[in-house]
């Protein structure tokens, strides 16, 4: 099991442009999240899914669209991006079903700069 | 604002000693508390959690202490090894939507 990926690894944008990051995870599980962690912020909730083709907002949303059209792909999109969108980006998953206790297993993260 | 409040931002420890790292949370819904665990350019890994049904958890050297009255946790890292050095999370979880502190960047020294 690969587990959670993400693609890329890093990527350099320039202000205004777009850009899809993926997640993906062979687990099998329900929930998806993505996180955006800065220096001094901790792990910050942007979106979430708890199941295919749904998606609900987190802490941090605006700016960010996210769409969940397979079970095992989550894809974070940025329309336009920001300079303040500069950030490493995680994609986690757990097994859902309303329990709390789930594990939440991290993909290895993207690292965007916005210029 | 932030839901879970961590200290402290950095921590030296020589090896063999105990670290120690606090988190504070207000929102009494919160019903789990998990730590992580973070090496550079890696994502976070569950390494311990606890549920506020219990005050202590023990997994070899790592211990959890929470106290529901004071709204606190606590990570302990007994006899400390240089292998140990990473960036800690706490978090609290509530209805699945986990809420992380701000990280705690732990040395330790050899």
């Known amino acids: 099991n690969a587990g959670v990926t993400q693609t890329p690894k890093f990527r350099v944008l320039k202000t205004g442009q777009s850009m899809t990051l993926l997640c993906a995870q062979d687990?099998?599980?329900?929930?998806m999240y993505w996180y955006r962690q800065d220096p001094g912020m901790g792990l910050r909730l942007i979106h979430y899914?708890?199941?295919?083709?749904?998606?609900a907002k987190g802490e941090v949303p605006d700016g960010y669209n996210v769409s969940r059209l397979k079970k095992q792909n989550f894809l974070l999109g940025l329309e336009s991006a920001a300079p303040s969108q500069t950030s490493v980006y995680f994609c986690?998953?757990?097994?859902?079903?309303?329990?709390?206790?789930?594990?939440?297993?991290f993909g290895p993260g993207t690292r965007l700069t916005v210029l | 604002q932030q839901q879970v409040k961590q200290s402290p931002q950095s921590l030296i420890v020589q090896k063999g000693g105990i670290s120690i790292i606090n988190c504070a949370y207000e929102?009494?819904?919160?019903?789990?508390f998990p730590w992580y665990q973070q090496f550079p350019g890696k994502g976070p890994a569950l390494l311990i959690a606890?549920?506020?049904?219990?005050s202590e958890k023990k997994e070899g050297r790592f211990t959890i202490s929470f106290n529901k009255s004071a709204k606190q946790f606590s990570l302990h890292i007994m006899d400390s090894q240089p292998g140990d050095s990473a960036t800690y999370f706490c978090?609290?979880?509530?209805?699945?939507?986990?809420?992380f502190g701000s990280g705690t960047k732990l040395n330790v020294k050899p």
């Open positions: 606890i549920r506020p049904d219990v």
């Open positions: 986690a998953s757990s097994r859902g079903a309303g329990r709390n206790t789930d594990t939440q297993y």
């Open positions: 687990m099998n599980h329900e929930y």
């Open positions: 929102n009494t819904a919160f019903d789990y």
């Open positions: 978090a609290a979880v509530n209805f699945n939507k986990f809420y």
């Open positions: 899914s708890v199941g295919e083709g749904t998606t």
